[in-house]
């Protein structure tokens, strides 16, 4: 999972405008974004999970 953590992070790093060399960022900055991979990883598996038949669909609402 922590290596799943680690790419998702480094994508949604390189995904964001002002984004610099990963390996340079600060440890503040990469945990930041880790927490977000972890949060979208958690999200996707609740999503997956939300598809077996009887689930109820949750709205998430898009937040900025």
């Given at each position: 999972?922590e290596a799943?953590?680690?790419f998702?992070a480094?994508?949604?790093y390189?995904a964001d405008?002002d984004?610099?060399?990963?390996?340079?960022?600060s440890?503040?900055v990469?945990?930041?974004f880790?927490?977000?991979?972890e949060?979208?990883?958690?999200l996707?598996?609740?999503?997956?999970?939300s598809?077996?038949?009887g689930?109820?669909?949750?709205?998430?609402?898009?937040?900025?």
């Open positions: 999972m799943e953590i680690e998702v480094r994508a949604l390189h405008d984004a610099k060399i990963w390996d340079r960022e440890d503040i990469k945990d930041e880790r927490r977000y991979a949060l979208a990883l958690e996707l598996a609740a999503h997956r999970k598809n077996a038949p689930a109820e669909i949750c709205i998430f609402p898009y937040a900025a």
